[in-house]
T-cell receptor, first 114, second 113 residues
Framework: DQQVKQNSPSLSVQEGRISILNCDYT??????FLWYKKYPAEGPTFLIS?????DKNEDGRFTVFLNKSAKHLSLHIVPSQPGDSAVYFC?????????????FGQGTILTVHP | KAGVTQTPRYLIKTRGQQVTLSCSPI?????VSWYQQTPGQGLQFLFE???????NKGNFPGRFSGRQFSNSRSEMNVSTLELGDSALYLC????????????FGDGTRLSIL
């Protein structure tokens, strides 16, 4: 039972254009949502997050949108840069005693072409 | 500020052996979580420790265990290693369990021959 799904294994974008990465979830107990970026041979690096009480959060070139009715999360990167090429993971946290547990999607490989 | 430190970075073991991996969290962080990353299963939660107590455990067999020390450093142990235990093991820390985000180390790459 995959609670978090990133349906696109890969995404290719031209430098300067927008990158949109998507994530769907099934567990309505999730109350906090995060995006991580991962380069080969490194651990995931936190990018941006959003609480379930919000529907949008911005940080520089990164914006995360949350649609709770559709159980859908997306990350927009504008403008995309070649250095953004990495694997992107969405992660969700359930409330209550599971605060310390993150459930991850399978990841999307983003390639930004110069 | 130093990040999460995991040692060793690489490890090669044979089936049936046991292994201990170490994680030093960011200074001041008291919550440590462990994850396993494999190509087939992705990133999966192993367990979480806070104040030397295991708070949550993922869906892994009892061969996987861990502990946390009074200085918040954590170790995980895998006994009777199987080929399928080959993976990248990641440790993440946060101030406390309710505090996000978790910050990850670069992991220990475990290979079982």
């Amino acid at each position: 039972d995959q609670q978090v799904k990133q349906n696109s294994p890969s995404l290719s974008v031209q430098e300067g254009r927008i990158s949109i990465l998507n994530c769907d979830y099934t567990n309505s107990m999730f109350d906090y949502f995060l995006w991580y970026k991962k380069y080969p041979a490194e651990g995931p690096t936190f990018l941006i997050s959003i609480s379930s009480i919000k529907d949008k959060n911005e940080d520089g070139r990164f914006t995360v949108f949350l649609n709770k009715s559709a159980k859908h999360l997306s990350l927009h990167i504008v403008p995309s840069q070649p250095g953004d090429s990495a694997v992107y993971f969405c992660a969700e946290r359930a409330g209550g005693t599971s605060y310390g547990k993150l459930t991850f999607g399978q990841g999307t490989i983003l390639t930004v072409h110069p | 500020k130093a990040g999460v430190t995991q040692t060793p970075r690489y490890l090669i073991k044979t089936r049936g052996q046991q292994v201990t991996l170490s994680c030093s969290p960011i200074s001041g962080h008291r919550s440590v979580s462990w994850y396993q990353q494999t190509p087939g299963q992705g990133l999966q939660f192993l367990f979480e420790y806070f104040s030397e107590t295991q708070r949550n455990k993922g869906n892994f067999p009892g061969r996987f265990s861990g502990r946390q020390f009074s200085n918040s450093r954590s170790e995980m142990n895998v006994s009777t290693l199987e080929l399928g235990d080959s993976a990248l093991y990641l440790c993440a820390s946060s101030l406390d369990p309710g505090n996000q985000p978790q910050h990850f180390g670069d992991g220990t790459r475990l290979s079982i021959l």
